[in-house]
């Protein structure tokens, strides 16, 4: 699998998953600068966490609006897998690729802490590792990861098997006090309708390594590895 | 001149910060605050010229980055420098 | 009046500067200065830039061994961790401005802390934060910690620095001035260090990062107004951070640093470019000119006066090789900064500021520089108090009431509501999250480590001094040790009242001569640190707080220790002597209502041997669960060992165990939790060194049993210890 | 009634997002923007009644709750129901 990682002024997170990704691969990915206008040609584009351009404005909005994203869009239209994490999942939405917004986290604090996420879909290049209906734990750190789309849209999500991840507690159940931030139906990930584009607020690539306490987040990786090489 | 540009939520979109400060208020003891709703205000400052011309190109802005017009409104003002 | 006004005694007065201070400033120039100049003399003789009070006590300080490449003097504390990798870090207060604007203060602290990190060339991999504030029931607490905590995780989440430990308590000294100090730690390797020494005739000086505008302006906020007194637009405002700025300065930096186009460079800090460009020739002995037209700016019809005092933060000062400006400024503009050329170095040895085309400033740089006043000022030693024993305490609750008490008290609460609000994982290495004695961040790429931690404990600096400063400095020291982390070095931050009262010079006299034999007796050299005198309010002087950072290392992260039990069966061990010391200590305060009495001595050559002993215990592999023994005793300690782990633990004590067993401070105490096989190993190698051992409990169930005083469910404890902070926050 | 606040940095005070804003539109191709401030627009639902009690009601929010009196202004206006 060949994967470049996407570097916008205030991202945060390009060396984290960058390190991730060549765990997996055995290759290093490409980074590439937000100012450039070509993408390598690769299986996967990665859009890491941190704050772009500050997250001022909205999270993700002025990021989603630079140059570099029209060939993450015109590649993703290609059928290149895309994956955004944290304030690549917010870039992704503000740059049209997947539905809803991420708001304000419900109680307004930034929340850094490791939560249960249950599978909803295994049946991805990103979960294909998981079983539907796993129980991982993998951290979250963000200030906007409060997920809203209306009924509309949320009912499609949930009816094309669109929802990727649920924030749960270590049984299993999605219910308030498991959710972090708010979100609708307890929603951490989302994919779009083919499937081939990921958005998440947790972050797998900090949980791929026992030393750090855990790598759930690995077989996220892996995932890939095998459906995208 | 100036524009004045506010963004506002539209109608049915949850609004965190408006819930927290409405809820802060009753915890102040300020009674009666039926709903609160936060928006952003965004002053621009412009070379003087054509007023209409002006909110056009502000317009523009608004779609294209100022606002997220999946959920958020905008109303857009041209005034002159005071 | 305007920049060039002939300064008053009057003026000069309201810049700080005494009577004497302004006869010196005029004899060493020759004549009167003008406004800008008595700036400049105000900024370099302020206690925050010349250490006037302080001087004298510092050099008392250990800063060498073998492995500080540099202490104090540089922006930061250098010291060799091996492998070609050298640890950068300092620590730095920012309590009034945290005061005035919670959220602002603290952030623009931590923007401060990292620039003065990163401009010795280190990237930084870890933040840490002690905070003091005034009584939970005081009116404007809530608001302070809120703000505060916001703003710390603010900045330090944004530009992805991990936030990975610090401090938190409360006490109604702090009411009116609340404490917040804020440490980094970076990583640079040892051949490309940075220091902020000019060199070179001719060499350029160059401007990098944001704006300059009229941000926090002070000490002479009055005058400035007043010379120039237009519409509020033109008055000194708060200083706002701006953490993706420094994220991009940050990386612009590192990417000329890695470059040899640099000579020196200094991070504009309080008063930032006169500070920066002053420090920087007088180090290096040159001259310098500066065109303040070409000084990047915020704000129109700013004055010489207004720019070389703005506290405008992420801004860097960089004297570059001659014929080295085309490369750096194509990094800068890559990163979208301001970069201008502002000057050149020259062999004058004065400094020449220029401003549309006439001269604003002339000063002699070496005579300022040497000139500047020292003070040795009265100072009483606090009185002695006397041990408190348990005999002296007649116990008014059970150990059991008293222990729930102790683990919900403000001070000894867990502080998640805290650090979950820190990205304390962003750059994946972070091993050892908060909660524990210190945090553990691996050096990227490797299976080394860096254990970091800050430590004091103001109850017992103010009731003894000396025995306090020696305390810091051995917890810090036995938290870094309990990890299994061979300490290094410490950088402080001491936060002090008036020193022109004699009992606070006093207490600050005492604390340093405490700190020093501490930090000589543990190998132990403080590379770096801060003073902030004034913490006090009409008269009120905060507890003293000498805030120590401490940074050890881990060779192997296959021997390291953690503080929670996770497994049943396993023996706790308690390691070092314990009398039941009850002076100054929580219990007192918080149980019987007493803040009186000599805290527990601390015998530096038995906290080394057995911090030695203990730390060998980890290395070999034969201890993984290690916590020291502090606030709250026995009792606390064991509590947050079952709270950081996942079983209960049964105790099995001595029958004299009274509440000065079970909460008594004695200093160089360690409890483990080993297999019992071990545990008898363990007691035998520690009786023939003469190590004092105890057997205190066996881990399992859901319960602490606290043997006669009956037991205690593992929820009720959480639900105590987790409880408070959130609760308070949210009422 | 409504309450309209709105709130905005003190003139000089640094303001981080507005110069983000400032340069991602000069990117885009805006030409000529000067400056740009970005503030907060709040509404507030109130029960009708007395304009002048509800704007000094208003008023006292920001001092103790919507602004930060140190680095912000604040401007109250209150209208009926549109
Ligand atoms: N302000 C803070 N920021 C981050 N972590 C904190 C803060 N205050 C306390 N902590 C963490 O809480 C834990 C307990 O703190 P403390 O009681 O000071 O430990 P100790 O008694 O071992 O010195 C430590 O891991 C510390 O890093
Ligand atoms: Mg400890």
């Avoid at chain 1, 570097?7 to 691969?25: E, H, I, T, W, Y």
């Avoid at chain 1, 990921?198 to 095998?226: C, K, Q």
């Avoid at chain 3, 302070?144 to 938190?168: D, H």
Wanted: glycine share 10%; aromatic share 6%.
């Amino acid at each position: 699998m060949k994967a470049a990682v996407v570097v916008f002024p205030g991202s945060n997170c390009d060396r984290d998953l960058k390190v991730a990704l060549s765990q997996s691969m055995g290759s290093q990915p490409a980074m590439v600068w937000h100012r450039d206008t070509a993408l390598p040609n690769v299986d996967l584009i990665a859009v890491p966490g941190g704050f772009s351009y500050g997250d001022y404005l909205r999270s993700g909005a002025m990021a989603a609006h630079s140059p570099i994203m029209r060939e993450v869009v015109r590649s993703a239209e290609r059928g290149v897998a895309v994956l955004g994490i944290c304030n690549g999942f917010q870039i992704l939405t503000e740059a049209g690729l997947l539905p809803g917004v991420l708001m304000r986290n419900k109680n307004l604090r930034f929340v850094c802490r490791d939560v249960f996420l249950r599978v909803e879909n295994a049946d991805t290049v990103f979960s294909n590792r998981y079983s539907a209906g796993q129980v991982i734990r993998i951290p979250v750190a963000h200030h906007d990861g409060n997920y809203f789309i209306d009924e509309e849209g949320r009912a499609q999500l949930e009816g094309e098997g669109r929802v990727a991840f649920r924030y749960c507690d270590a049984a299993g159940a999605a219910d308030d006090r498991s959710n972090p931030n708010g979100s609708l139906s307890n929603i951490a990930g989302i994919l779009d309708p083919t499937r081939r584009i990921l958005g998440m607020m947790p972050h797998p690539e900090r949980l791929s390594d026992p030393t750090l306490g855990g790598d759930d987040g690995r077989a996220l990786f892996d995932s890939m590895i095998s459906a995208l090489s | 001149m100036k524009a004045l540009v506010h963004i506002t939520l539209k109608p049915g979109v949850l609004d965190p910060q408006g819930k927290a400060i409405e809820n802060a208020l009753t915890h102040f003891g300020f009674e009666g605050v039926q709903d609160v709703r936060q928006g952003k205000y965004i002053e621009l400052d412009l070379p003087d010229g054509d007023h209409a011309g002006a909110e056009a190109t502000v317009k523009e802005m608004c779609e294209r980055l100022l606002a997220n017009t999946v959920i958020e409104n905008y109303r857009v003002e041209i005034v002159d420098q005071s | 009046m305007n920049d060039l006004s002939n300064a008053t005694p009057e003026l000069a007065a309201e810049h700080g500067l005494t009577a004497e201070e302004f006869a010196r400033a005029v004899e060493i120039l020759g004549r009167t200065p003008n406004l800008t100049e008595l700036g400049i003399f105000s900024v370099m003789w302020s206690e925050h830039c010349s250490y006037k009070s302080s001087k004298k006590w510092l050099r008392t300080l250990p800063t060498e061994a073998p492995w500080v490449i540099c202490g104090p003097g540089e922006n930061a504390g250098v010291i060799d961790i091996g492998e070609g990798l050298a640890a950068i870090f300092k620590m730095e207060s920012h309590n009034h401005p945290s005061y005035i604007e919670p959220f602002q203060g603290a952030a623009t602290g931590v923007g401060g802390i990292l620039r003065d990190v990163f401009t010795m060339g280190a990237r930084p991999v870890a933040n840490l934060n002690a905070l003091r504030f005034g009584a939970p029931d005081h009116p404007k607490t809530r608001h302070l910690v809120s703000g505060v905590v916001a703003g710390i995780g603010g900045y330090g989440n944004c530009i992805g620095v991990p936030t990975v430990g610090g401090e938190c308590t409360f006490h109604n000294s702090y009411d009116g001035n609340i404490l917040v100090n804020a440490m980094t730690v970076g990583i640079a390797p040892t051949d490309r260090i940075f220091y902020a020494e000019a060199a070179g005739v001719g060499n350029p000086v160059i401007y990098v990062g944001s704006k300059t505008g009229r941000d926090g302006i002070h000490g002479a906020t009055m005058a400035s107004a007043e010379f120039d007194d237009q519409s509020e637009e033109k008055r000194p405002t708060v200083q706002v951070g701006d953490p993706f700025t420094e994220k991009l300065l940050l990386e612009a930096c590192l990417e000329l640093m890695a470059t040899d186009a640099i000579v020196a460079i200094q991070d504009m800090g309080a008063a930032g470019l006169t500070s920066s460009s002053f420090e920087m020739a007088s180090r290096g002995g040159m001259g310098i000119d500066l065109d303040l037209d070409h000084v990047p700016m915020r704000e129109t019809g700013m004055s010489a006066y207004e720019l070389m005092l703005s506290e405008s933060q992420e801004r860097m000062l960089i004297v570059l090789k001659a014929g080295r400006e085309d490369d750096a400024r194509a990094i800068f503009e890559k990163w979208e900064l301001d970069f201008a050329v502002i000057g050149r170095l020259t062999e004058s040895g004065r400094m020449v500021l220029k401003m549309g085309g006439e001269t604003v400033a002339d000063l002699p740089v070496a005579p300022l520089a040497d000139s500047a006043p020292e003070y040795d000022r009265p100072h009483r030693p606090s009185p002695a108090q006397p041990q408190i024993a348990a005999t002296d305490v007649a116990p008014s609750v059970g150990v059991k009431e008293a222990l729930v008490t102790l683990i919900g008290s403000p001070d000894l609460c867990s502080k998640r509501w805290i650090w979950e609000q820190y990205d304390h994982m962003v750059m994946a290495d972070t091993v050892v999250r908060p909660g524990g004695d210190a945090a553990i961040v691996r050096i990227h790429d490797s299976n080394r480590a860096l254990a970091v931690t800050t430590d004091c404990t103001p109850r017992y600096v103010s009731a003894d001094p000396v025995e306090g400063g020696k305390q810091a400095v051995a917890e810090c020291w036995r938290n870094l040790t309990a990890t299994g982390a061979k300490p290094k070095a410490i950088t402080d931050c001491l936060n002090f009242g008036s020193p022109e009262r004699e009992d606070v010079m006093g207490q600050f006299v005492g604390a340093v001569s405490g700190i020093g034999e501490a930090a000589r007796a543990l190998e132990f050299p403080i590379v770096s640190g801060n003073v902030s005198f004034y913490n006090e309010t009409n008269g009120k002087a905060v507890q003293p707080t000498p805030a120590i950072g401490g940074v050890g290392l881990i060779e192997d992260l296959s021997r390291l220790a953690r503080i929670g039990i996770d497994q049943p069966g396993l023996t706790l061990l308690l390691i070092g002597k314990t009398e039941g010391q009850l002076g100054a200590s929580i219990y007192l305060r918080e149980i019987a209502g007493r803040e009186d009495g000599a805290p527990p001595p601390v015998d530096l050559a038995t906290e080394r041997q057995v911090g030695d002993f203990v730390r060998d215990l980890i290395e070999t592999g034969k201890v993984r669960i290690c916590h020291d023994v502090s606030d709250g005793g026995i009792a606390v300690a064991v509590a947050e060992m079952i709270l950081a782990g996942s079983v209960g633990v049964t105790m099995s004590v001595p029958e004299t165990a009274d509440h000065g067993w079970w909460f008594g401070e004695d200093q160089a105490r360690y409890i483990v939790a080993v297999d019992n096989k071990t545990a008898m190993k363990i007691e035998a190698d520690a009786k023939s060194g003469g190590i004092a051992t105890m057997q205190i409990g066996v881990s399992g169930d859901k319960v602490l049993n606290l043997g006669p005083e009956g037991e205690l469910p593992v929820n009720t404890l959480r639900d105590a210890a987790e409880g408070w902070l959130p609760a308070y926050m949210d009422a």
